[in-house]
């Protein structure tokens, strides 16, 4: 069974930073492209950054030039270093991976279960 699991979250004044982590566990044969994807009370999931397994990256326009996404392939890792912070960022962060299981299954998207990030003097 696949988890992943995300940490990092808090509450933080605007211009500050906060980085939040996501490990994926459990049967994993392969993991390949991770996001992150963030969503408020009042508007849909949006999508926010994404690395391939070859390290290629995009940027959603309102977070470009103040977040960083990175990976960790050696430990199923992936990590969202966000300057710069805004109110308009608050919001559950989730990550998202798509993740091959076994050898013999096909690949699946699979969710965390989100962390609280806060922006508010």
């Known amino acids: 069974q696949v988890q992943l699991v995300e940490s990092g979250g808090g509450v933080v004044q605007p211009g500050g930073s906060l980085r939040l982590s996501c490990v994926a566990s459990?049967?994993?044969?392969?993991?390949?492209?991770m996001r992150w994807y963030r969503q408020t009370p009042t508007k849909e999931r949006e999508w926010v950054a994404g690395v391939t397994v070859k390290g290629t990256i995009v940027y959603a326009d309102p977070v470009k030039g103040r977040f960083t996404i990175s990976r960790d392939s050696a430990s199923n890792t992936v990590s969202l270093q966000m300057n710069n912070l805004k109110p308009e960022d608050s919001g559950v962060y989730f990550c998202?991976?798509?993740?091959?299981?076994?050898?013999?299954?096909?690949?699946?998207?699979?969710w965390g279960r989100g962390t609280q990030v806060t922006v508010s003097s």
């Open positions: 998202n991976a798509d993740i091959v299981p076994s050898a013999e299954a096909g690949e699946d998207s699979y």
């Open positions: 459990g049967s994993i044969f392969e993991l390949n492209t």
